[in-house]
């Protein structure tokens, strides 16, 4: 009787051990698909290089506005949709109000950018293109200097870490909030 309990014993642990792993695992694999892998540096320069000519005009067209800060952001398009130019909002985002978009060029950029980026912004000194973002502290993506000078926090706010690309003037550049307020 006495091996009987303890093979018993042996089998509950042994099931108890083998639900719970399946449950961590089910949940691992559940934040890994919810959270999109964060680009590095090597990922952001293919970016740049595959992207080139729209990241290009995008930037053509914000330097050519008169306004210090700008913001586009790519509409939401529902899972296994698609992204068409009437999806896409025709206004440019100011700090007090909206221009309409009507640049073709642009209109072709964002386009052929918003599945990639999320936010395009002109601020300070870069004009930024967020291409990972993590529930709004933390970002990544490459940065265009308006100035010829290193991006900073005029433009990119919570700045953490920035490097140049091959390109002159284009940087990958990561923001952190969190980081960045614990740094100051």
Same mark, same amino acid.
């Given at each position: 009787?006495?091996?009987?309990?303890? /093979?018993?014993?042996? @089998?509950?642990?042994?099931? *108890?051990?083998?639900?719970?792993?399946? #449950?961590? !695992?089910?949940?691992? =694999?559940?934040?890994?698909?919810?959270?999109?892998?964060?680009?590095?540096?090597?990922?952001?320069?293919?970016?740049?290089?595959?992207?080139?000519?729209?990241?290009?005009?995008?930037?053509?067209?914000?330097?050519?506005?008169?306004?210090?800060?700008?913001?586009?952001?790519?509409?939401?398009?529902?899972?296994?949709?698609? /992204?068409?130019?009437? @999806?896409?909002?025709?206004? *440019?985002?100011?700090?007090?109000?909206? #221009?309409? !978009?009507?640049?073709? =060029?642009?209109?072709?950029?964002?386009?052929?950018?918003?599945?990639?980026?999320?936010?395009?912004?002109?601020?300070?000194?870069?004009?930024?293109?967020?291409?990972?973002?993590?529930?709004?502290?933390?970002?990544?993506?490459?940065?265009?200097?308006?100035?010829?000078?290193?991006?900073?926090?005029?433009?990119?706010?919570?700045?953490?870490?920035?490097?140049?690309?091959?390109?002159?003037?284009?940087?990958?550049?990561?923001?952190?909030?969190?980081?960045?307020?614990?740094?100051?």
């Amino acid at each position: 009787m006495k091996n009987v309990f303890k /093979y018993s014993l042996v @089998a509950v642990i042994v099931a *108890v051990i083998s639900v719970t792993s399946v #449950i961590i !695992l089910f949940f691992v =694999a559940l934040g890994l698909m919810l959270v999109p892998p964060r680009p590095e540096r090597r990922q952001a320069e293919q970016f740049l290089q595959n992207n080139k000519e729209h990241l290009f005009a995008a930037r053509d067209y914000l330097l050519s506005l008169e306004f210090d800060s700008v913001v586009i952001g790519r509409p939401f398009v529902p899972r296994g949709g698609s /992204y068409d130019m009437n @999806a896409i909002e025709k206004f *440019v985002g100011l700090e007090n109000g909206r #221009i309409p !978009l009507e640049d073709e =060029a642009m209109l072709d950029a964002l386009y052929h950018l918003f599945p990639s980026v999320s936010v395009i912004s002109k601020s300070g000194n870069s004009i930024s293109f967020m291409t990972w973002s993590h529930i709004r502290d933390r970002g990544r993506g490459i940065a265009y200097s308006i100035d010829g000078n290193t991006p900073d926090n005029s433009g990119l706010t919570f700045l953490t870490h920035i490097e140049p690309l091959s390109e002159e003037g284009w940087y990958f550049y990561i923001e952190d909030f969190n980081e960045y307020r614990r740094s100051r």
